[in-house]
């Protein structure tokens, strides 16, 4: 079980809040910037009644996209650890579906969660805003559909697809591609590749500056940098060509590849 979460939108409605008419009966975006990820969170609900409704959420800082529906029954133990599957159609077509999870918000009321994948975040959004009559979803722990309207639903695949185009994703791996970069590096050339990224992305986004301990190398002995001491000029050149097409906010992501540190703890705004 996910357990009992908060959240903006949706969860007033499920909570009988003021803010509930926000989203009835169409599709409502709010875009915000976090100040603790650096990022922006897109945040699209729809409420179907004052307990029940729909609610998508994408942040830059993350992969993918989160959709939550709240049917409007209270949850039981039938559902503990149960893992539905979510299923999304536009239009009357079957568009994909996904496994997801339960959890309960308010007052013990049932939720079906799922964190979509990347490809899967995008096929939805772009989905979004062709629809032309309805979004049907079902999630997998209601007898029946939510069979929704498409009012403000171009708006809002609009704004998830901005926020999606942002996220840092990894590569697929092709069929003789065993193991990444990042996984043949050792921890000394890992850290040479996350330094030379960061000072690069610092340059790139004067807006954000490095925090201090990000560039601590704690699990590093100056042996083995000494090792790899001849990688630091190349890597640097290589990090600024790696970066020069990409969005300030995808180069402040890349050298995370590298470490083992949240956006948070790597980066801070000026």
Known sequence: MLGRLMGAGLLLVALGGSEAAAGFKSWTTKVEDDPFSGGTKVTV?????????????????????MV?????????????DYKP?????????????????????????????????????EALAYAFTKAKKQIAIKDGISDRPFLLGVSGSSKAGAALTRC???????????????????????????????????LAAQDKCPDYRLKPQALEHKDVSEEDLKVVADMVEGSRRAADKTLADKSCFAALREPLRYGS??????????
Not at 45 to 65: E, H, K, P, V, Y
Not at 170 to 198: H, I
């Open 261 to 270: 540190l949240p956006f948070d703890q790597v980066w801070e705004k000026k």
């Open 68 to 80: 939550r529906s709240v049917p409007g029954f209270r949850t039981s133990d039938a559902l503990k």
């Open 45 to 65: 609900d729809f409420a179907s009644s004052l307990t029940s409704g729909i609610l998508i959420r994408c942040d830059t800082s993350q992969n993918g996209m």
């Open 85 to 121: 599957i979510l299923e999304f159609a536009i239009d009357g077509k079957r568009l994909l579906g996904q496994q997801g999870e339960t959890a309960t918000v308010g007052n013990d009321l049932a939720v079906a969660q799922v964190q979509l994948t990347h490809y899967h975040a």
């Open 164 to 198: 999606l185009g942002k996220q840092v994703t990894e590569a697929p791996k092709t069929e003789t591609e065993s193991v990444s970069d990042v996984d043949m590096l050792t921890p000394a050339g890992r850290f040479v590749e996350f330094q030379a990224l960061a």
